[in-house]
């Protein structure tokens, strides 16, 4: 009886011996993780895998990704519930004190010189980087024109000081024009 249950147990497990070529690069990232993480190549390769799997299920590019972990792994950023969101901008639309505004100014130029680092130096490296935030989504129309299609209206302010004041600080040559419920960047226009 006991072999029995045995063999249905492992019965349904099946192995599959699986040999790849990776240079040298890879194989000291592999070696990193596997240093880092006190497992086996197999152990990490089957959970790079199931990550793998799992990201292209929900449909996201890598650069997104990078982008998320770039703004959150540092804890510079923070993940906040869109309805929070709203309720924060109600409020702040509300807000007619020129030293708020004042200090989104300052946040935008110091933003300006963090992008600068990161090779974030111009308006369509901007734009996208900040879209990954969820404030906005791009539709580009051309000719240096963007439309940031607002997920809020009540942001359309404090998106288009912030953004101006990264395109000030890096000396970018763009305007922004608001329209309902959108915002237009227009390119050395």
Same mark, same amino acid.
């Given at each position: 009886?006991?072999? +029995?249950?045995?063999?249905?147990?492992?019965?349904?497990?099946?192995?599959?011996?699986? $040999?790849? $070529?990776? /240079? &040298?690069?890879?194989?000291?990232?592999? !070696?990193?993780?596997?240093?880092?993480?006190?497992?086996?190549? $197999?152990?990490?390769?089957?959970?790079?895998?199931?990550?793998? *799997?799992?990201?292209?299920?929900? &449909?996201? !590019?890598?650069? $997104?990704?990078?982008?998320?972990? =770039? *703004? +959150?792994?540092?804890?510079?950023? #923070?993940?906040? &519930?869109?309805?929070?969101?709203?309720?924060?901008?109600?409020?702040?639309?509300?807000?007619? =004190?020129?030293?708020?505004?004042?200090? #989104?100014?300052?946040?935008?130029?110091?933003?300006?010189?963090?992008?600068?680092? %990161?090779?974030? =130096?111009?308006? /369509?490296? @901007?734009?996208? *980087?900040?879209?990954?935030?969820?404030?906005?989504?791009?539709?580009?129309?051309?000719?240096?024109? *963007?439309? +940031?299609?607002?997920? !809020?209206? %009540?942001?359309? %302010?404090?998106?288009?000081?912030?953004?101006?004041?990264?395109?000030?600080?890096?000396?970018?040559?763009?305007? @922004?024009?608001?329209?309902?419920?959108?915002?237009?960047?227009?390119?050395?226009?």
């Amino acid at each position: 009886m006991e072999k +029995l249950i045995y063999c249905k147990l492992f019965a349904n497990i099946v192995t599959e011996r699986l $040999s790849i $070529s990776i /240079d &040298d690069k890879t194989k000291k990232m592999l !070696d990193e993780i596997k240093n880092k993480k006190n497992k086996s190549t $197999s152990e990490i390769i089957r959970e790079l895998i199931s990550l793998g *799997y799992e990201l292209i299920k929900t &449909d996201v !590019d890598t650069e $997104s990704i990078q982008t998320w972990i =770039d *703004y +959150l792994a540092k804890r510079q950023h #923070m993940i906040l &519930d869109i309805e929070h969101w709203r309720v924060i901008f109600s409020e702040i639309e509300k807000i007619h =004190d020129n030293n708020f505004w004042k200090h #989104m100014e300052e946040i935008g130029l110091s933003h300006a010189f963090q992008y600068k680092m %990161k090779g974030l =130096d111009t308006v /369509d490296k @901007i734009l996208r *980087y900040v879209e990954r935030a969820n404030w906005y989504e791009i539709k580009e129309e051309g000719n240096g024109v *963007y439309t +940031l299609i607002l997920n !809020d209206l %009540k942001i359309k %302010k404090f998106v288009r000081v912030f953004l101006e004041k990264v395109f000030e600080g890096q000396k970018i040559n763009a305007r @922004i024009a608001e329209g309902f419920g959108k915002l237009i960047v227009c390119v050395g226009k």
